[in-house]
């Protein structure tokens, strides 16, 4: 069964730093393109960025509202992804989701969701 | 603002059918790239429904169908039922290099 597990949420200052991480299980992690996603408070589903598989180099792509802000990395060796997120936001408060992606027709999709963690930006 | 268009809600009594629309332009849906749609209940995570724009996982039930036609695409929920209230959003991806949504439509069954 696939599962992935986020961590590492939780209340950080306007730019401050954090971590999130999401331990993956039940695939072969690294045969695929990991990606992030949030939800602000009562709003609509974002894509925050993807890391390749290393089949396909390993490289990452954000969206505008995170780029050079946020990194996104993995470790095959222990089936984890991260998403590191400086100088914060009160904007990037929201519920992010780490999520397996899966290509059909050059396009991609998300087959798998983590639960969510919750990561509130304030003072 | 949503790269892709959806209706901010839609209704229907149960046993009916609607549809969600979802609009994109000639750099996303129009350019070939397929349309995705998943399901959000209330407080949990969302779940993949349709893929490559028609295609149902696995446990997904013959009540949803997906279509793509042109710059746009719709979801068709048959035989409405009470569990079926929930978020539905579709999803593409964009020449951009981004993965692009729309931005969710809410679903009340009546």
């Known amino acids: 069964e696939v599962q992935l597990v986020e961590s590492g949420g939780g209340l950080v200052q306007p730019g401050r730093s954090l971590r999130l991480s999401c331990t993956a299980s039940?695939?072969?992690?690294?045969?695929?393109?990991m990606s992030w996603f949030r939800q602000a408070p009562g709003k609509g589903l974002e894509w925050v960025g993807f890391?390749?598989?290393?089949?396909?180099?390993?490289?990452?792509e954000y969206a505008a509202s995170v780029k050079g802000r946020f990194t996104i990395s993995r470790d095959d060796s222990k089936s984890v992804a991260y998403l590191q997120m400086n100088s914060l936001k009160t904007e990037d408060t929201a519920v992010y989701y780490c999520?397996?992606?899966?290509?059909?027709?050059?396009?991609?999709?998300?087959?798998?969701w983590g639960q969510g963690t919750l990561v509130t930006v304030s003072s | 603002q949503s790269v892709l268009t959806q209706p901010p809600s839609v209704s229907g009594a149960p046993g009916q059918r609607v549809t969600i629309s979802c609009t994109g332009s000639?750099?996303?849906?129009?350019?070939?790239?397929?349309v995705h749609w998943y399901q959000q209940l209330p407080g949990t995570a969302p779940k993949l429904l349709i893929y490559?724009?028609?295609i149902r996982p696995s446990g997904v039930p013959d009540r949803f169908s997906g279509s793509k036609s042109g710059t746009s695409a719709s979801l068709a929920i048959s035989g409405l039922q009470a569990e079926d209230e929930a978020d539905y959003y579709c999803?593409?991806?964009?020449?951009?290099?981004?993965?692009?949504f729309g931005g969710g439509t809410k679903l009340t069954v009546l």
């Open positions: 490559g724009n028609s």
């Open positions: 999520t397996r992606l899966n290509i059909y027709n050059s396009g991609w999709y998300v087959d798998y």
């Open positions: 999803q593409s991806y964009d020449s951009s290099l981004s993965v692009v």
């Open positions: 039940g695939f072969t992690f690294g045969d695929y393109t």
């Open positions: 000639s750099s996303n849906i129009g350019a070939g790239y397929d």
């Open positions: 890391i390749r598989s290393k089949a396909y180099g390993g490289t990452t």
